[in-house]
């Protein structure tokens, strides 16, 4: 993984997080985020830089996948960010445990059961049953 291209990515989010509070709201905001409690004194944006510049390489990762679950940037720059964390793994794990050749096969089974689930049929009555049991 290429720390200091993921650092160059994170660096204007995480600074740009001074806007996010006010100066005694900044070591909450840190800690939320994995970063060093900020140094006192200093304009925000010294302190946000101070904390993140003190973030070891190899927590960069961690500090990443918090900030894009509570303060995700657009998408674009997200997607980035996500390939940086995914690069160095198989990708996001998938919900049955199975690698990605598996994964087609057991989503298209999954989409026909519930197809089959929802499909409806007209019964001698007039009546439209799905197979849940409702009638309409």
């Known amino acids: 993984m290429d720390y200091a291209q993921l650092r160059n ?4 989010l995480v600074t740009g997080l001074k806007d996010a509070g006010t ?3 900044l070591p909450t905001l840190c800690e939320e985020l994995g970063l060093p409690a900020p140094i006192i004194g200093g304009s925000k944006q010294e302190r946000m830089m101070a904390s993140f510049g003190a973030v070891a390489d190899t927590d960069l990762p961690g ?3 918090k900030l894009l679950l509570r303060h995700p ?3 674009a720059l997200r997607n980035q ?3 940086f964390l995914w690069s160095d793994s198989a990708g996001p794990p998938s919900r049955n ?3 990605a050749k598996s994964h087609a096969g057991s989503t298209a089974k999954t989409c026909m059961s519930m197809l089959a689930g929802l499909m409806t049929c ?3 009555y007039g009546f439209w049953i799905l197979t849940t049991g ?3």
């Open 9 to 12: 990515l994170l660096e204007p």
């Open 23 to 25: 100066h005694t709201m």
């Open 63 to 65: 500090v990443a996948s």
């Open 73 to 75: 940037p657009k998408a």
């Open 81 to 83: 960010i996500q390939d």
């Open 97 to 99: 445990g199975t690698g």
């Open 122 to 124: 007209w019964n001698a």
């Open 134 to 136: 409702w009638a309409y």
